[in-house]
């Protein structure tokens, strides 16, 4: 006789909205952009997403803003991590570097803006519409994590 059931699906980390940001500016400009038009104080983290792979290393960038009070955690996150190889040339236009993706099939998207916690749809829409405000941000938009197969590279 069966008494209790887990369900691992119970236990994602699906607590979270995803968004999805392009934009040429650099992660610190950015943070600040944001602290700026949304009302936020995001500040670089001391750590970082770190990646050890057979052709290279990549460290994503990653600046949180903590909210205590109402239990909400922000994160922005590089999606972009630039090699530089060296003594490789193979052509005239080559530059030697290598990208590589946090989220490879999100190739297009510069930044993530993970947001912990519950908020409302309404508050969702006002920070899109906020963000998008910004005259270097290209779009912004919200990300399904579930439709994502790197999913579990932005729990942390």
């Known amino acids: 006789m069966q ?5 691992l699906d119970d236990f994602s980390d699906n607590n979270y909205t995803l968004i999805g940001i392009h934009t040429a500016l650099e992660g610190f400009k950015l943070a600040y952009s944001l602290n700026k ?42 999606n972009k991590y630039k090699n530089q190889l060296e003594g490789i040339k193979t052509g005239l236009f080559s530059s030697g570097d290598s990208t590589t993706y ?37 779009t912004s938009y919200t990300i399904n994590p579930m439709t994502l197969k790197s ?5 942390f």
């Open 102 to 138: 946090l989220i490879p099939e999100k190739k297009k998207v510069d930044f993530f803006l993970k947001l912990e916690g519950d908020f409302e749809a309404e508050f969702i829409v006002k920070t899109l519409n906020n963000i998008n405000a910004i005259s270097q941000v290209i």
């Open 37 to 78: 038009n949304i009302n936020t104080k995001f500040s670089k983290a001391t750590y970082s997403l770190d990646f050890e792979n057979k052709n290279n290393n990549a460290s994503f960038s990653i600046y949180e803003h903590l909210h205590r009070k109402f239990n909400h955690n922000w994160f922005l996150i590089e």
């Open 151 to 155: 999913k579990d590279f932005l729990i």
């Open 3 to 7: 008494t209790h059931s887990l369900e």
